[in-house]
């Protein structure tokens, strides 16, 4: 079977999940498509697919081309991306939407109203159903690509279930087979790390892609900038940590540096995501931007990570979910530094104000101050855990966030081809 398969432009999460989902799909042939930050990722995870399309949508050939693979292949598969589940059904084409979000897509207008859209939606161009679809928020649109979908695969989260039922049509109408999972993650990777290599570094700090509809490495970078003045006094505020690894999307090709103090060193670097899951294994402490996916591989190898401050609303939307969590308690939050800050309560305009908030404090040597002074004592409370601590905070993670394993869910909705056992020479 040959599978397209493409992730959503936001951070380093959906395009992560993808190549979960593609490594357990390695009976077929799979052809990554899409560009910027999921290309990026892919390009460093190139074991997981048998072909890397990179299209732009800046040039004018990359639809025609886009298309021309849907044509060809037998089934699509979408992580997020609600353009790719619009151009399959175009195309005629099963397609399968992948989705680490479901609760947090805010939609604003009935869902009677989205999914009369989707019945009545074109299917001759993908011109025109993205004109017809013209009219929705881009969570709206994440929203309509579950109902056009054939199946959807859903990460298990607070308010899930609840938006789940939402998408099931009571009248039989259109909707997909929904399959709820637990962690969508690299489950063969995960299995095949040794368990007990010594750690190279005495903390990771995972910041993910960072890249998003707002953010980026050049512009609307006051979190990065904030980061790099932070890293500086990390190491000098800490002894303990004389080898840190600070790892993501801003380290890529000529990003990579190396900053040192107090004859402490840290690497910023992007790393594969095997070799991250490795240092995840292994490092004793481990801080990461508050992402689904790093947070799921973190409780699959039983370590227990400090959430750093909020990159994007997103963030916002799964510290709150988790704040009965000791993870969630424990998170670095900017309302440490300013307590009353306004956040708007929207994707996009809520993303901004964070970077508001990052270059304030950036700027402001009093609030840095601040920042400094409270960070600490986030993550002096973090190594204070016990070894029972840290195991309990595990365990409510994976209570909160459990569910079918993604192999399995995967199995039923595209069939594993079998391959027969090799006949023995005579």
């Not at 969630?328 to 104000?353: I, K, Q, W, Y």
């Not at 905070?393 to 391959?419: C, F, N, Q, W, Y």
Request: aromatic share 6%.
């Amino acid at each position: 079977m040959r599978i397209v398969m493409g992730a959503q432009n936001c951070g380093f999460g959906p395009a992560a999940e993808l190549v979960a989902v593609s490594r357990l799909l390695s009976g077929h042939e799979r052809i990554f498509v899409g560009d910027d930050v999921a290309a990026a990722f892919a390009r460093r995870n190139a074991d997981a697919f048998d072909e890397i399309r990179e299209t732009s949508e800046t040039s004018g050939t990359a639809s025609t081309v886009l298309d021309g693979l849907l044509e060809r292949c037998d089934q699509v598969v979408s992580v997020m991306d609600a353009d790719l589940v619009v151009r399959a059904v175009v195309a005629g084409r099963p397609v399968v939407m992948v989705d680490s979000l479901l609760s947090f897509w805010q939609v604003g207008r009935p869902l009677t109203e989205i999914r009369d859209l989707c019945e009545r939606m074109p299917r001759d161009s993908f011109a025109a159903a993205d004109r017809h679809l013209g009219a929705l928020s881009p969570h709206e649109r994440v929203i309509a690509a579950h109902l056009l979908a054939t199946h959807s695969v859903v990460q298990n989260f607070p308010g899930v279930p609840q938006r789940m039922a939402e998408l099931i049509d009571p009248g039989g109408g259109m909707g997909p087979a929904m399959h709820v999972t637990g962690s969508v993650i690299d489950v063969e990777g995960l299995r095949t790390l040794p368990r007990d290599a010594e750690p190279e570094y005495d903390l990771l700090i995972n910041v993910g892609g960072f890249k998003n509809f707002l953010l980026d490495f050049d512009v609307n970078n006051d979190y990065l900038r904030l980061l790099h003045r932070w890293v500086v006094d990390l190491l000098r505020d800490w002894r303990r940590f004389a080898r840190v690894l600070v790892c993501g999307g801003p380290f890529g090709a000529h990003r990579e540096q190396t900053v040192t103090a107090a004859n402490r060193r840290a690497e910023c670097r992007f790393v594969p995501q095997r070799e991250l899951l490795r240092h995840v294994a292994s490092t004793p402490h481990h801080l990461l931007a508050p992402g689904l996916t790093a947070l799921h591989e973190s409780i699959a190898l039983a370590q227990l990570p400090l959430a750093i401050h909020e990159q994007h609303y997103a963030h916002v939307f799964t510290v709150r979910q988790l704040d009965g969590t000791l993870f969630g308690r424990m998170a670095g939050r900017f309302a440490d530094v300013l307590p009353h800050h306004h956040l708007s309560e929207d994707d996009f305009a809520g993303t901004a104000d964070l970077v508001r908030i990052a270059g304030r404090i950036r700027e402001d040597d009093e609030l840095y101050a601040r920042f400094r002074q409270t960070f600490n004592e986030r993550i002096e409370r973090y190594v204070s855990l016990t070894p029972a601590q840290r195991e309990q905070g595990v365990k409510e993670l994976r209570d909160v966030l459990g569910g079918d394993p993604i192999s399995s869910v995967m199995a039923r909705v595209i069939p594993i081809p079998h391959t027969p056992a090799a006949t023995p020479h005579e």
